[in-house]
Every structure is written in C-alpha cells, then in structure tokens.
C-alpha cells in the first residue's frame, strides 16, 4: 500500500514507486516570532496545509509524496524578538541541498520545494544552484513561495491597502485563524505599517520591490507585525488556503508535464 507521506512507507515500497516517476513536495517553513498574535510555526503550519489541500485532490498519472517539512528556517532578521530560532545561511542551503541530492540518488527526478517564509527564498536559490553545480540532474527540481503562486488574484485575498498583507498581517492571521484559531491571540494583535525610507522598499507579501535589503525585524516593528491583522477572518482565511492550493494543484500538473 502506498501512503502519500514518503516517511510512512516502507522502503520497498518507495523503491517501487520511484519507478513511476514520482512528484515530491518538501514544505519549507521557519519557527519564528509572528506578532504578538500568532504561533511562532505559522510559515511551517502554512505551507503545510497548502499542500496537503493540493494533495487530498490529486488525480495525476504520477504518483505524489510528500515528505516531512522543513521547519528550521532562515530567520536571522527575526531574533531580536522572542522565541525565533534560525539556522546559519550555509547550513540551511546545506540542509535543502543535503535533501535534494539525497532524492535524486533515490531515483526521484521531480522534486518541489514548497516555501511558507520570505526569508528563505534567496537561499532556496542558492541552494538549486549548488545542486546544478555538483551536475546532478536538476532540470525538475524547482522551488516555490506559495502566495507568489497567487499573486495575480491577490485582489480577491484581500480587503488592506498596500503593506496591509505583510509578516503577520491580514493574509497570514487569516490563514491561522483558519487553520489553528485556538492559538491566535487575536486581542494582541497591532495593525503596522512601518516608515520605510523609500519607494524602491516594500514590506508586502503581494508588492513588487525593486531593491532587497537585509533589516532586523525589531528596527521595522516593535510587536513584530507588517501590515494590517484587523481585517483577518477564518472565512477569508479559508478561501485563501483554497485558492493557494488551487494554484499549487495547477502547478504540480503542469509539473508532471516537463
């Protein structure tokens, strides 16, 4: 029998299944202050119930396995505030890396790393590119942000004007409130939108920003917020998890295809 978490199999059965090609999706989250309103596992809880929704609907020819998340993220920015924990920049890359290459010698040929933290992605980057330079066969293994995947319908995830929709904000307390509403303390919760010195900078999760810079989260927001939780809602929160998982669904067909 074949169980949808790779960790739940046995290894001949995975041995079988790699046969067939599979698609693996590696959520990729971070434990870390969110405001003084949510549980620090919020990017972990995240892009874990994305794409386990994406996963309860799948009908592709490929078999699809998911393997245990990633929790331990790149958080640096974030530990003037209570309860963050990050791993050093080389050895997040090295941990993905590690991953990765360890699939690929499984025989598996079409890996997805899904993320649920803004501070990871530059280093998800990096660390595709060492695997291309070790000259494995890494055409397939690609990763993922998963509110970029919804970027283009943000207009119905959101009522906050812009920076509303940041670390904390209106789309993530949704999100929890949705998914964990007995860990929200959504009586401390604090609406910011932080000073920025300059148009080229953005703090929200749906804004294009021309420039990139590393801050310390404490200097950006005292309670640790960007952007607006006021107008979170489970109810909002729940199409946002069905519209991220929606795309993500879309993705892994398309994905099957390359």
Sequence with gaps: MTRLNWAENTSPTLGRIVEDDPIVVIPVGSVEQHGQHLPVGTDSFAAEAVVHRAAAHWSGPKPLLLLPTVWTGLSP???????????????????????????????????????????????????????????????????????????????????????????????????????????????????VYPVLPSGYLSTDLFEGAPARRFIRFDRLSKTGTLGDPSLASAQKGNRILEVCSEELAAFLVNFQTW
Excluded: K
């Design 77 to 191: 920015h974030h530990m003037g505030l209570p309860g963050s924990i990050t791993l050093r920049s080389e050895t997040f890359i090295s941990v993905l890396e590690d991953v990765c290459a360890s699939l690929l010698q499984n025989g598996v040929r079409r890996i997805v790393l899904l993320n649920g933290h803004g501070g990871n992605i530059s280093a998800m980057d990096v660390a595709l590119t060492r695997l291309g330079e070790s000259s494995l066969d890494t055409e397939r293994v690609v990763a993922l942000t998963y509110w970029h995947l919804v970027a283009s319908r943000s207009a119905e995830l959101r009522e906050s004007r812009p920076g509303g929709t940041g670390h904390a904000g209106e789309f993530e307390t949704s999100l929890m409130l949705a998914l964990r509403e007995g860990e929200v303390e959504l009586g401390e919760a604090e609406t």
